[in-house]
């Protein structure tokens, strides 16, 4: 199948530092991709989907300013979270989906950031 | 809005005993239909899919049959293994995006 690649897999940053994950879609164009935010024993909540090329759309409740997401090319889309705080210390994940019409959305491994 | 209801676990199963995770949805229209399997400290990983009612999806022993008339998806296998403890999703997509049960932790001892 599809290789999506979520990069780094941890992250440890001070309180008030700005963190970059990094998503890309190794072997096919992601036209869509998503992020989600995993709390502990709670599902995947959608954050914010991003069209390549044009700006994301998030979800109610998610912080546009703090968490910045950029989908700059077809295959690259990065998700800044901006003056982290500990409670921002969570599981994310990303998944991509190329342009044909109800493909499948691949996930990458996911990123554990912790906030001290 | 869309919503999945899946079993709350942990689920705590034998080696080669029989599984079972109950998973209901509500929708509108025709959703598909997904398992995803998320290992300790990964990514999640499509395990099996079914696109209409009826369909059967199955994969590595698993499988699950898409019950449009009493709006379930319940995930089987037949004798499980240590190697299957995971946590596991059921997940339906509408239009475009998923949406995701909580997930139900699945731990099988030897």
Known sequence: ???????????ICKSGTSVKIECRSLD???????????FPKKSLMLM??????????????VE?????????????????????????????????RARVVNTEAFFGQGTRLTVV | GDSVTQMEGPVTLSE?????????????????????VQYPGEGLQLLL????????????????TYRKE?????????????????VYFCALRGYSTLTFGKG??????P
């Open chain 2, 16 to 36: 080669e005993a029989f599984l079972t995770i109950n998973c209901t949805y509500t929708a509108t229209g025709y959703p598909s239909l997904f398992w995803y």
């Open chain 1, 64 to 96: 546009k300013d703090k968490f910045l997401i950029n989908h700059a090319s077809l295959t690259l889309s990065t998700l800044t979270v901006t003056s982290a705080h500990p409670e921002d210390s969570s599981f994310y994940i990303c998944s991509a």
């Open chain 1, 28 to 38: 096919f164009q992601a036209t869509t991709m998503f992020w989600y935010r995993q």
């Open chain 1, 48 to 61: 914010a989907t991003s069209n390549e090329g044009s700006k994301a759309t998030y979800e109610q409740g």
């Open chain 2, 104 to 109: 139900t932790m699945l731990l099988v001892s």
């Open chain 2, 70 to 86: 009493t709006t379930s998806f319940h995930l089987e296998k037949g004798s499980v293994q240590v190697s299957d403890s995971a």
């Open chain 2, 49 to 64: 899919k079914a696109t209409k009612a009826d369909d059967k999806g199955s994969n590595k022993g698993f499988e699950a």
């Open chain 1, 1 to 11: 199948g599809a290789v999506v690649s979520q990069h780094p897999s941890r992250v």
